[in-house]
């Protein structure tokens, strides 16, 4: 056998003993955890359901992919060279689009298990019990619940030869599943923390109706006017230079949205996050939406200054902008600057 064979045959059976070794996990959970962790009434239904999302599922697409390897590597006698994987390969992480749920929403569980450990020390313990069966080898669930984003992480690195194509496209629509579930969370939080009364105008599509004689509302975690699915590109604290009034913009794909805010987080720490689920920070709308394909944005005449001021003019208003730092300023305008081009075109 030539040596670049014979790595290749080292791979093939690296591939089929991991995916065995992770199967096996994958079960390990469900009988040491999912099952006895219904029992004792820590947990309602739905949080079961946030922290295992589709655990049975990624059991059901790797058992099916496992049994496909291990009769192709029996097919050819269990000590003769495997032949050809790639067919398998390419038909089988086709059909593994559980990941894409899973992983999108496993941050969310993650975070529910963590507060649930840290809130209930029977809980914590009940845990540490479980954890305890020698089969777990000392890990705890925690642990266990990162294996399938790791998993589908390694498969371009065990296969690179083999079926590099499809492994990678299944791992960029997991990223994708993933940013596009952030993306949604923080447009939710968005929703309930910041106010936008006195919104009367339609503007775009995202201002829904309300019964007559109410004013319309702006549904954050919506469809833009024609730019598809709204998103959330960036945020942060601007100060208007004349007033030195803060203010706290989110700029999305269609429209940038200038608040400030009416109550603090409840925490003042640097960890404190402004997306965090802890956090009751509320913003209210200082002015209406500002349109990008409306918007012009300009620097100081000289742009070399150390000073972070920009302008922004909209309509028949112009606001003078102040951000903490250079890099900030350069990341805010360059965002609308490009979002306003791309309104436009």
């Given amino acids: ?29 469900v009988e040491v955890f999912q099952k006895r962790m219904t029992e004792p009434g820590f947990l309602t239904e739905g ?50 689009q559980a990941y894409i749920r899973f992983c999108s929403c496993q941050l969310n569980g993650a975070a529910l298990l963590q507060q649930k450990t840290d809130e209930h020390t029977d809980f914590k313990e009940f845990l540490k019990k479980l954890a305890s069966d020698p089969r777990c080898k000392g890990m705890p669930l925690s642990s266990f619940l990162l294996k399938p984003m790791q998993r589908i992480t390694r498969y371009p690195l065990l296969i690179r030869s083999l079926a590099l194509e499809r492994a990678e496209e299944l791992c ?15 447009l939710e939080w968005i929703q309930t923390h910041v106010q936008c009364d006195g919104l009367a105008e339609v503007r775009a599509t995202g201002l829904s109706w309300v019964p007559p004689g109410k004013l319309w509302q702006l549904v954050f975690n919506s469809l833009t006017n024609c730019l598809g699915p ?13 007033s030195n009034k803060e203010l706290h913009g989110f700029l999305f794909n269609d429209f940038l949205l200038l608040t400030y805010m009416v109550k603090q987080f409840a925490v003042s720490s640097a960890s404190e996050k402004l997306f965090s689920s802890k956090s009751n920070a509320q913003f209210k709308m200082y002015k209406t939406p500002i349109f990008l394909n409306e918007a012009l944005v300009k620097l100081p005449t000289d742009p070399s200054s150390d000073e972070p001021v920009f302008h922004i003019s909209h309509i028949d208003r112009v606001y ?17 600057t490009c979002l306003e081009a791309q309104e436009k075109a």
């Fill in 320 to 336: 003078t902008l102040r951000t903490d730092n250079i890099n900030e300023r350069s990341v805010s305008t360059t965002c609308v």
């Fill in 47 to 96: 949080e079961m359901a946030l922290i295992f999302v589709n655990w049975k599922e990624l059991i059901m697409a790797n058992t099916k992919l496992l049994k496909a390897l291990r009769v192709r590597k029996k097919t050819g006698g269990e000590k003769m060279p495997v032949h050809m994987i790639g067919d398998i390969l390419a038909a089988e992480l086709s059909h593994m």
């Fill in 172 to 186: 960029s629509q997991v990223n994708e599943g993933v940013r596009e579930k952030e993306n949604s969370d923080r």
């Fill in 230 to 242: 709204r998103k959330l590109l960036h945020s942060g604290k601007l100060y208007k230079t004349k």
């Fill in 1 to 29: 056998m030539q040596p670049v064979e014979r790595k290749r045959q080292g791979y093939i059976h690296e591939l089929i003993e991991t995916e065995e070794r992770y199967v096996d996990d994958l079960q390990l959970v």
